[in-house]
């Protein structure tokens, strides 16, 4: 509530509080602050204070409405002050000069009469209202105050951990109590809290003795106050309520003739008749406040369900992930012991045509440098004895190396491939089903996917269109039947051509040189699911079509290849084109 009691313009507590026509309130010092000045002979189109109740504001600043460019008049000076609730304070305005006040919160200016700022009406209620809570605020201090300590009498600081010193200043639009110290850790004068009023810090016991006026720091009860007068007669209270003014008036208002012609009606039946309306209302929005409450508990709750429903699904997520990381390990494994047997295959066959192939060279080097030996004797019947023998051996080990023994058995490649294209694309598409789920027949079943349309098979022709789709169903998603819209050729909106249990659809009666959008999805028990990729067909630009001879007039003659036709009455139309064709 204390929100309600403070002053919008300088944030604190209302102070001889005015109502505003607006029904907003301000502190009477503030008014002046705000109020400023017109030029002489200006009337704004805003009523005036106390006038008729047919108040007809603008929803601008008045302000902005004059300038000194516009009328050669200053219309006001602006300082480069501001209240600590942001509200630009303007400097008091001279009373011989037409004045006029914004309300600073639905910025609706009014203009003030001769009367100034008294034409607006002092708002005791709020006044009665403000002067309660201050006690009570005092009262609840006080208490705190002597069951803390009682012993000082001194205002401690509120946000002191630990041994509270005496308070040194308070922050009236937060309530506080501060030290020095804490004042400058917690509400330093700059940035946004320079706009709030630091002020000494008063002590209960003096805030209510001066509220009661009497050493006994009581107010006196609310029906002791004075009755409100009336604000042009002064001397006399209110005793009746104008309807058509929405103001309590007095009697000399009556025989004044100002509210001749309102529906006027006594104060204490309008009192309790508002009263009424005021506490159904209320009721009202009590009711509404409950279901607030309610739905408050709800969201609570339901925060603590998604945190333990998110903890949940998290290590739910990270178990299906896990396995599959798991099931890939081990098919990694499975691929890795395919790749080291390939190895050692081929090692081994390399390695044993190497052995092979050094002992046979080792053989053929020792044999060719045999044979130069030989070469190398001049005992012609010692040579001819052993020539014949030699000759055949190295012929013969010449035809040990064919090309087939100088060609390795195996190549370094590995003659495995591992596609893993398809496998990829499946793992980047993984993501969550945000379909509904439900149990049917026991089996839980989930919203459909969106179908693949089938680019290979879909087709137009003449102002025809062919669509072909499939979409692979899991288990989990049953479905029941596809629905194929299609836009109107120009961009437009989307209008169902198929429902029903196919996966091809032919769609005729299109317009001709047109390009239309298709889209296709499915559906099941569950519900509809997602839209397919959207396809552009274009239909032809003209349409061909051939005549049946067999069906065709006795005078149509038929040529190039039955896609022309010539009739005697084609010839008579172009002599004669005023006749009818027939």
């Not at 006399?236 to 004044?256: D, I, Q, R, T």
């Not at 925060?303 to 599959?324: K, R």
């Given at each position: 509530m204390e929100e309600e009691l403070k002053c919008p313009v300088c944030g604190s507590l209302f102070k001889d509080p005015i109502l505003l026509p607006c029904s907003h309130n301000v502190c009477l010092a503030c008014a002046r602050n705000i109020t400023v000045q017109t030029p002489d002979g200006e009337t704004p189109v805003q009523s005036r204070a106390s006038g008729s109740s047919d108040y007809d504001y603008l929803d601008m600043d008045k302000m902005s409405l004059y300038s000194e460019?516009?009328?050669?008049?200053?219309?006001?000076?602006?300082?480069?002050?501001?209240?600590?609730?942001?509200?630009?304070?303007?400097?008091?305005?001279?009373?011989?000069?037409?004045?006029?006040?914004?309300?600073?919160?639905?910025?609706?200016?009014?203009?003030?009469?001769?009367?100034?700022?008294?034409?607006?009406?002092?708002?005791?209620?709020?006044?009665?209202?403000?002067?309660?809570?201050?006690?009570?605020?005092?009262?609840?201090?006080?208490?705190?105050?002597?069951?803390?300590?009682?012993?000082?009498?001194?205002?401690?600081?509120?946000?002191?951990?630990?041994?509270?010193?005496?308070?040194?200043?308070?922050?009236?639009?937060?309530?506080?109590?501060?030290?020095?110290?804490?004042?400058?850790?917690?509400?330093?004068?700059?940035?946004?809290?320079?706009?709030?009023?630091?002020?000494?810090?008063?002590?209960?016991?003096?805030?209510?003795?001066?509220?009661?006026?009497?050493?006994?720091?009581?107010?006196?009860?609310?029906?002791?106050?004075?009755?409100?007068?009336?604000?042009?007669?002064?001397?006399?209270?209110?005793?009746?309520?104008?309807?058509?003014?929405?103001?309590?008036?007095?009697?000399?208002?009556?025989?004044?003739?100002?509210?001749?012609?309102?529906?006027?009606?006594?104060?204490?039946?309008?009192?309790?008749?508002?009263?009424?309306?005021?506490?159904?209302?209320?009721?009202?929005?009590?009711?509404?406040?409950?279901?607030?409450?309610?739905?408050?508990?709800?969201?609570?709750?339901?925060?603590?369900?998604?945190?333990?429903?998110?903890?949940?699904?998290?290590?739910?997520?990270?178990?299906?992930?896990?396995?599959?990381?798991?099931?890939?390990?081990?098919?990694?494994?499975?691929?890795?012991?395919?790749v080291t047997k390939e190895k050692e295959y081929k090692l081994k066959v390399v390695r044993d045509q190497i052995t092979h192939c050094t002992m046979k060279l080792r053989q053929t080097t020792g044999m060719m440098e045999f044979c130069l030996e030989v070469l190398k004797e001049n005992d012609p019947s010692g040579f001819l004895q052993i020539s014949d023998a030699l000759v055949k051996r190295v012929t013969s080990s010449q035809d040990q190396w064919v090309k087939g023994a100088l060609e390795p058995k195996v190549g370094p490649e590995f003659d495995l491939t591992l596609s893993t294209d398809s496998l990829l694309q499946t793992i980047l598409m993984l993501d969550f089903c945000q379909g509904k789920v439900a149990c049917l027949s026991g089996v839980w079943t989930l919203v459909p996917g969106a179908p693949l349309l089938q680019l290979e098979k879909c087709c137009t022709r003449n102002n025809s269109a062919t669509l072909a789709w499939r979409v692979i169903a899991p288990p989990g998603s049953p479905i029941e039947g596809y629905i194929l819209e299609l836009d109107d050729g120009n961009g437009g909106q989307y209008r169902e051509v198929y429902v029903g249990k196919e996966t091809v659809c032919t769609v005729d009666g299109l317009h001709f040189n047109s390009s239309y959008n298709a889209r296709v999805k499915a559906y099941n028990a569950i519900g509809v699911g997602p839209y397919s990729k959207t396809v552009v067909l274009k239909t032809s630009d003209v349409a061909w079509f051939t005549f049946d001879p067999s069906t065709a007039h006795r005078d149509i003659v038929l040529s190039n290849e039955n896609q022309s036709a010539v009739t005697a009455t084609m010839t008579a139309w172009c002599w004669e084109p005023l006749l009818s064709p027939r």
């Open positions: 460019t516009d009328s050669g008049y200053g219309s006001y000076t602006p300082c480069q002050l501001k209240s600590p609730n942001g509200v630009r304070v303007f400097p008091p305005a001279n009373p011989h000069r037409h004045c006029s006040l914004t309300c600073p919160l639905c910025h609706r200016s009014v203009s003030l009469d001769e009367r100034g700022l008294r034409g607006f009406p002092r708002n005791r209620l709020l006044e009665a209202i403000v002067s309660r809570y201050q006690q009570n605020r005092a009262a609840s201090a006080s208490s705190s105050s002597s069951s803390s300590s009682s012993s000082s009498t001194a205002v401690k600081c509120q946000l002191c951990d630990r041994n509270p010193v005496d308070a040194a200043v308070m922050c009236e639009q937060c309530d506080v109590f501060y030290c020095n110290a804490c004042q400058q850790r917690c509400h330093p004068s700059r940035g946004p809290l320079a706009k709030h009023r630091l002020v000494p810090p008063r002590l209960p016991a003096a805030g209510g003795g001066a509220a009661g006026g009497g050493g006994s720091g009581q107010q006196p009860p609310a029906t002791a106050r004075k009755p409100a007068t009336c604000v042009d007669h002064e001397a006399e209270n209110f005793s009746m309520y104008c309807y058509g003014c929405k103001a309590p008036v007095c009697m000399k208002c009556l025989e004044e003739g100002k509210h001749a012609k309102h529906d006027v009606k006594p104060l204490a039946v309008m009192w309790k008749q508002h009263k009424c309306q005021l506490s159904q209302a209320l009721n009202g929005v009590s009711d509404k406040a409950k279901d607030a409450k309610e739905f408050l508990v709800q969201l609570k709750n339901m925060l603590q369900q998604i945190q333990e429903n998110g903890v949940e699904f998290e290590a739910c997520l990270v178990a299906q992930c896990d396995s599959l990381i798991e099931a890939l390990t081990r098919q990694k494994a499975k691929l890795l012991t395919k």
